[in-house]
């Protein structure tokens, strides 16, 4: 055999011994691509588990159905959409989504304690005054994940608004000096989700222009089934609003919820003993999320304040859940007697 013929042999068995190398690790790749995609397919189906949609802060939550509650986990995940959203988009999808089908619109003249919480000067939550310095509002308002308390430490974003029937000008614009969250608060599951707002200035009540006044609040810890409450929010293109952008305030008349009932559809760890609930069974009348932390009023006294809602605003039979003031009425007393040395909640 000629040296050349050997080299051509060789080379030859060089190039197919490169291309069966080839051939393998491809197949092996295509091969372990199918098996990962396999097993991640399983893995979703092994936690496809039925839920169902809620939202407070105006981000998405994915809270398990009540019966996902009867196993031996009763954990409650929060998973919310990531912080870098922009406000400007976050605000955007609150305006869209208020008190649906409201009785008609308030005004600030008829419920003077009504305020508006603002983050870079737009519309974040509800708020109700119950002192000069004070403003009630929900706990998890004033948080971008559920386990960081990022507004505590970040208060020059925040603003307070009242006075105004308009969520996004008039009225009285003040700085938030201090955040009070209540020392029993659960992210997890918004058990005691209250927050009170220290302003940087005491508020003048009495006035005209504008018109400022602060609330009573109750200190019954049950509200009774057969009473109906006024919510406060502001206004939404699904229900009535203004022209230019203008976030008006509405009121909307709900009838107080069998607790055992809405246990049923949110389950027991989302509806406690310091909660309440209200809504219509059969008509589409509701509250939005996105109004959390606005007051929810009987005979002229703060009973609670809205901690969550439904995602499905125009649905019947999906009851809002408030947090209720009278189970929290001698912190609310504390705070204004004495300091109070704030705990860490997540450590």
């Known amino acids: ?27 092996d790749s295509s091969v372990s691509s199918q098996i990962s995609a396999e097993n991640t397919r399983r893995h979703n189906a092994r936690n496809n588990v039925e839920t169902q949609d809620w939202q ?12 996902d509650f009867d196993g031996a986990n009763h954990d ?8 870098q959203a922009t406000t400007t988009k976050l605000v955007l999808d609150r305006r869209y989504r208020r008190i649906y089908n409201p009785d008609e619109v308030a005004t600030i003249e008829e419920f003077p304690y009504m305020a508006a919480l603002l983050v870079n000067n737009e519309l974040w939550c509800g708020g109700v005054i119950i002192d000069k310095d004070k403003v009630l509002t929900a706990a998890h308002c004033l948080q971008l ?19 105004s029937t308009n969520a996004t000008s008039g009225g009285e614009l003040l700085r938030v000096s ?33 018109y400022i006044e602060k609330i009573t609040f109750a200190r019954d810890k049950v509200v009774p089934v057969d009473n109906k409450i006024m919510f406060l929010g502001w206004g939404s293109v699904l229900g009535v609003s203004g022209a230019g952008g203008q976030v008006l305030l509405q009121k909307v008349v709900l009838p107080v919820y ?30 939005c999320n996105h109004d959390a932390g606005g007051p929810a009023v009987m005979d002229g006294v703060l ?29 609310l007393d504390g705070l204004g007697q004495s300091k109070v040395q704030l705990r860490a909640l997540l450590q």
């Open 303 to 331: 009973i609670g304040v809205l901690s969550f809602s439904s995602k499905r605003c125009d649905q019947a039979d999906q009851p809002a859940v408030f947090s209720t003031v009278g189970a929290i009425a001698t912190w």
């Open 76 to 83: 409650v995940e929060l998973t919310m959409a990531a912080t």
């Open 258 to 287: 069998d607790s055992a009932d809405c246990q049923e559809i949110y389950g027991k760890d989302l509806v406690t003993r310091t909660n309440f609930c209200a809504g219509y069974i059969t008509l589409p009348k509701n509250v």
């Open 178 to 210: 201090e955040i009070f969250f209540h020392p029993n608060y659960k992210p997890q599951t918004l058990e005691f989700n209250y927050a009170v707002l220290k302003l940087h200035k005491n508020l003048t009540f009495g006035r005209r222009d504008p």
């Open 145 to 163: 994940q559920y386990n960081n308390r990022f507004f505590r430490e970040y208060v020059k974003m925040l603003t307070v608004r009242v006075g």
């Open 1 to 27: 055999m000629t040296e050349g013929r050997c080299r051509r042999i060789l080379i030859f068995t060089f190039l197919v011994m490169h291309s069966m190398t080839y051939v393998t690790s491809h197949i």
């Open 56 to 67: 407070y802060e105006g981000l998405p939550i994915e809270y398990p159905n009540r019966k």
